[in-house]
């Protein structure tokens, strides 16, 4: 399996604290009433979305990531949290397993083709009255152009293929292109950092 993170691992929680705060904040305010729910964090990094659930008395987690670098931080703090070790185009959970997808900062730095697919398998994964969130860059005429600024900064610095799959992301329209045509239909979108990030929330159609 490919490893992105095997050095910035242990960096990116605290490196990226006061970027991600109050995201990750807005992410556990949109599902405070789904405490009991299965709740499948696809491409979760170190964890820190999940964890801040679990404190929070959040009761049914699940976090999949690819990276083994980013798991091992996953799994400090002793949370009550499953940790799987997969490619989330391709998961081995059955169709409809959980109430809730979560894939936060992972669709943007990926090709077209693995976008599709990540977006696909969320979708096989939630029961039918189930919904994914999608926590992922947008710019829009709402974007300000410090948050475009910004972002496309910090884009720039990870650099190589991930930049590269950032530029090709905004320029096809971001998330908005990749469900228009799909089986999805967007039933909430709230903005933060400047309006260059979205909270979206889809349901199947
Ligand atoms: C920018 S990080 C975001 C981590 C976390 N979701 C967050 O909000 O901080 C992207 C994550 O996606 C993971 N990832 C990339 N491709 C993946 C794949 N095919 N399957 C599972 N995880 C993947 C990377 O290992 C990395 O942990």
């Known amino acids: 399996m490919k490893e992105d993170y095997s050095f910035s691992a242990t960096i990116y929680d605290p490196m990226l604290y006061l970027a991600l705060k109050s995201i990750r904040l807005a992410v556990m305010n949109e599902l405070l009433e789904y ?3 299965a709740i499948l964090d696809l491409c979760c990094g170190t964890g820190n979305q999940l964890k801040l659930l679990s404190k929070n008395g959040f009761k049914d987690l699940h976090c999949l990531d690819i990276s083994e670098a980013m798991l ?8 009550p949290i499953k940790i799987y ?12 397993s959980f109430d809730i997808v979560m894939i936060s900062f ?3 730095e990926k090709d077209r083709n693995t976008q599709e697919k990540l977006i696909e398998e969320a979708r096989r994964l939630i029961k039918e009255d189930g919904f994914i969130l999608i926590v992922d860059f ?3 005429d709402k974007t300000t152009i410090l948050g475009k600024m ?11 293929e991930h930049y590269n799959n950032f530029k090709g992301y905004i320029q096809n329209n ?3 292109s990749l469900v228009e045509k799909g089986k999805l239909k967007l039933v909430k979108d709230s903005r933060k950092a400047f309006n260059g990030v979205t909270v979206s929330k889809y349901q199947k159609r």
Do not use: P, S
Request: glycine share 12%; aromatic share 4%.
């Open 174 to 176: 971001g998330l908005a």
């Open 72 to 79: 091992r931080v996953a799994q400090k703090n002793g949370c």
């Open 138 to 140: 947008v710019f829009d």
């Open 150 to 160: 910004g972002i496309t900064l910090i884009e720039r610095m990870a650099g190589g």
């Open 35 to 37: 405490k009991d729910k």
């Open 85 to 96: 070790h997969e490619d989330a185009t391709k998961t081995a959970f059955d169709d409809a």
């Open 106 to 108: 992972a669709v943007h």
